[in-house]
């Protein structure tokens, strides 16, 4: 299990992390992460471009000249596409253009990117991101610190919690650094950015969403829990339903019975 040495903004060494050999510990796969990244951006296009065919463009219905007799070629149309103005054969059309990529091979690409960028040398975990107000002045000196802005400032990737404002904030002004959580990491951003800062919280979380022994665990603690809720809703479901048993109807008693049937009589 690799470790990793974890520093803060003034780049001074204050522990170490340990990251799971199946996230950060992955082989290169060059196919599976080109895979991953033309899913991703198929799925980001719009595919609103289109061209207007000879049902789209306006011109007269009117046949121009005759069919026979001018010597010209015969004519149907003016919004024929051999004309200037005319409709586009053939054209592009609106479309969907996204197609499903299995969540394992998205996982996979994913540990393989963040594994090279480890080998690289490229990932740094920071202890936090703790700014005390929103300064891109203080985001910078940070940056330099951290000896990211040597020679010119690398495109950055930074992965922390999307609570901390006062980072958003500080960073949205800055050209090449963009700001993301764990849930929200994509192959596109690892391949994009040569640098990434991560936070030894999101470092922690990527163990548990990519390791695939994490996720079979967590599932089987989920699976324990379910029983065990159900046994104890039972007995309140129980005493919920004893409170709205509705209640015995009065016996009526025979001196009841004798003065009703006298009552009746009197009538």
């Known amino acids: ?25 992955a082989e290169l796969n060059e196919s599976l992460i080109h895979a991953a990244v033309m899913n991703y951006q198929a799925n980001g296009r719009q ?8 049902g789209n463009v306006s011109g007269s219905g009117r046949k121009l000249w005759k069919q026979k007799g001018t010597g010209r070629a015969r004519i149907a149309s003016l919004r024929a596409p051999l004309w200037k103005g005319g409709g586009t054969v053939h054209g592009p059309q609106p479309r969907d253009w996204s197609y499903n990529m299995p969540k394992k ?10 594994s090279e960028r480890l080998r690289e040398g490229n990932l740094i975990v920071v202890d936090e991101f703790g700014f005390e107000s929103p300064r891109t002045k203080d985001f910078l000196g940070a940056i330099g610190t951290l000896g990211l802005s040597e020679n010119g400032q690398p495109k950055t990737l930074i992965i922390d919690s999307l609570d901390n404002a ?3 904030l500080s960073s949205r002004n800055v050209p090449k ?12 951003d690892i391949i994009y950015h040569e640098k990434l800062l991560i936070s030894k919280a999101a470092v922690e979380e990527l163990n548990r969403l990519l390791d695939p022994k994490a996720r079979d665990e967590q599932a089987v603690e989920v699976e324990e829990e379910v029983p065990k809720a159900k046994k104890a809703a039972k007995p309140k479901a129980e005493k919920a339903a004893k409170k709205v048993e509705p209640a015995e109807a009065p016996t009526v008693t025979d001196d009841a019975a004798e003065t009703g049937e006298e009552a009746t009589s009197n009538e």
């Open 1 to 25: 299990m690799p470790t990793v040495m974890v520093r803060n903004l003034k780049n001074k060494e204050v522990g170490e992390v340990s990251l799971s050999d199946a996230v950060f510990g």
């Open 47 to 54: 595919g609103t471009s289109a061209t207007k065919t000879r």
């Open 105 to 114: 091979m998205r996982r996979g690409a994913l540990r393989s990117a963040l």
């Open 166 to 168: 006062n980072l958003i």
């Open 177 to 188: 650094t963009k700001v993301t959580n764990s849930f929200g990491l994509n192959i596109y």
